[in-house]
């Protein structure tokens, strides 16, 4: 299935999402979320469960082995190490970097302060 697909079955309520890492990144997209009624599964984050916060260890979300039935949304700027952990432990895994939502519909999903502007029309792009 190809990413445009998996963001639009999410915000068609078919599929629910797994938030990984829950920095301020996941904090913002949970907030979307709940807004817009989207299913939250789980949100893993190793050092907020550490922590006594509301996440799941990768390790604890890995052991009820439902990851299957979400798509996991990688919340980060960087998402590969927690790309790389994940298709490690779950090879077929549906996951998406939170930039695809940003890239998708950016006026709801807005892009992080450092990215603003950065998904522009020919008109105002600088190359």
Not at 5 to 28: D, K, P, W
Not at 83 to 89: A, I, V, Y
Not at 97 to 103: G, I, N
Not at 104 to 118: A, H, N, Q
Request: glycine share 4%.
């Amino acid at each position: 299935m190809k990413a445009i697909e998996v963001v639009r079955a999410v915000l068609r309520h078919q599929r629910a999402v797994v938030i990984y890492g829950f920095g301020t990144e996941g904090q913002r997209f949970l907030n979307i979320c709940e807004a817009l009624a989207i299913p939250i599964v789980e949100i893993v984050d190793d050092q907020v469960a550490a922590q006594g916060g509301r996440a799941v260890s990768f390790d604890t979300f890995a052991a009820k082995n439902e990851v299957d039935k979400s798509v996991v949304v990688l919340c980060t700027h960087s998402p590969e190490r927690m790309r790389k952990k994940l298709t490690e432990r779950f090879p077929a895994a549906t996951w998406l970097p939170l930039s695809a939502f940003q890239a998708y519909e950016p006026t709801i999903f807005t892009p992080f302060m450092f990215y603003e502007g950065l998904i522009a029309d020919k008109s105002t792009a600088h190359i």
